[in-house]
């Protein structure tokens, strides 16, 4: 079970991951410069924290493998899931990323440990959330949101390599050292897909700079490596479960900020995938 100590860390990191979407949205920047700027800052700061000393740690290819692939799965993650901040909305968004914890017990039980009914009911539920809002878009008939629900599920997918990764090299290399890394190689990789855009990242620098380096500093510091500071003592499927909360919070917020209208549907999704995600992690924490 998740200790007492780390309880406060579980509820900064929740509302820090929270607050991404709104963020995304009234950056008035492109998704590609909202991840580009995100991992960057990011990763400088951290690159502060860690200083010049060289890790006794990164002598091995395969500890320099973990975070690298981390990184990679990192940027197509925010590619990803950013771009559909802007073809769906929030709600739908955030509820379908959210999968990525049921992603990660899937790999678990792969490596040999059991599942058990509460699991298999769970699954059922979190992946009939993604299909109650799929089969919504189809039924509008809107191209720009099918995609939109596809890129978020697909995105789930990329978080869970990322988590996944990260809890392999955390068995090794400390939080701030892990996590530089891992956000220079994303941000070096979202640079290089801009370019292939031509998405000019530093245009957006003048109007959105202060939402840019909020997205850094909140839930990219205050969200992702507390996250990556808790795979230390827990499975990754036990500390993605914070990602349980981000639909409510995003809804949330965008209804307040962006005055965005939830709809019925989008309501029993949320539910269902929040109830199916509990239930796959409540019998999976060390």
Not at 42 to 57: D, E, F, Q, T, W
Not at 104 to 111: G, K, S
Not at 166 to 195: D, H, P
Request: proline share 3%; hydrophobic share 60%.
């Amino acid at each position: 079970m998740v200790k007492k100590v780390h309880i406060p860390l579980y509820i900064v990191a929740s509302l820090s991951i929270g607050s991404a979407s709104i963020l995304v949205r009234i950056s008035q920047a492109s998704p590609v410069a909202c991840a580009f700027w995100r991992l960057f800052i990011a990763s400088v700061l951290l690159l502060i924290v860690v200083g010049n000393a060289r890790p006794k740690s990164l002598q091995r290819f395969r500890e320099l493998l973990y975070p690298f692939v981390a990184g990679l799965a990192l940027s197509i993650h925010f590619m990803l899931w950013m771009d559909s901040l802007f073809r769906v909305s929030v709600a739908v968004s955030t509820t379908v990323v959210v999968l990525y914890p049921v992603h990660l017990v899937l790999v678990e039980v792969f490596r040999g440990e059991g599942v058990d009914v509460d699991t298999v009911i769970g699954m059922v539920m979190a992946f009939t959330a993604v299909v109650l809002l799929f089969s919504k878009t189809l039924a509008i008939n809107s191209l720009p949101e099918v995609l939109g629900v596809v890129e978020s599920f697909l995105a789930s997918i990329a978080a869970a390599l990322y988590f996944y990764m990260g809890r392999l090299s955390r068995k090794y290399m400390a939080t701030a050292e892990y996590s530089s890394i891992a956000y220079l190689i994303a941000s070096i990789a979202t640079f290089v897909y801009s370019l292939i855009l031509r998405d000019n990242v530093f245009r957006y620098l003048p109007t959105s700079w202060p939402w840019l380096l909020a997205l850094a500093v909140v839930p990219m510091v205050g969200g992702h490596t507390v996250m990556n500071y808790l795979l230390k003592f827990y499975k990754s499927s036990t500390v993605t479960s914070i990602a349980l909360t981000e639909p409510v919070i995003a809804s949330i917020l965008a209804a307040i900020i962006l005055s965005e209208r939830i709809e019925l549907i989008e309501i029993i999704a949320l539910v269902l995938a929040v109830i199916g995600v509990a239930l796959v992690l409540r019998t999976s924490k060390e």
